[in-house]
């Protein structure tokens, strides 16, 4: 049939083959379009966790960062005392 848009010729073979033959096991009546729009769908929500853990790992570093210029935010002293307390080696550098 005529078209204008792009068309594409897949051969089962390899991990083509291999990943029709698991859904094929579970759903008979598989077809490429299933398996592409799965696929596709699966690849956006994959990127937007990756966007959304990437902010969040710079969203704590950049809290990280403040609270180690923050001089208030940390009693050493305190931590040292913990330490020694509880046996665990000490923490002054010293």
């Known amino acids: 049939m005529p078209t204008k848009h792009p068309r594409h010729i897949v051969t089962e073979t390899g991990r083509i083959a291999e990943a029709f033959a698991k859904a094929r096991r579970v ?21 937007e966790q990756e966007t959304v853990d990437e902010e ?15 001089p208030d935010a940390f009693d050493r002293d305190a931590a ?7 046996g665990v080696p000490e923490i002054r550098g010293e």
Do not use: F, M, N, T
Request: aromatic share 0%.
């Open 56 to 70: 969040r790992r710079q969203r704590a570093i950049a809290d990280l960062i403040a609270l180690s210029q923050d």
């Open 27 to 47: 759903k008979p009546d598989v077809h490429v379009r299933d398996l592409v729009l799965l696929g596709a769908e699966a690849i956006v929500e994959q990127a």
């Open 80 to 86: 040292i005392h913990v330490h020694d307390v509880l």
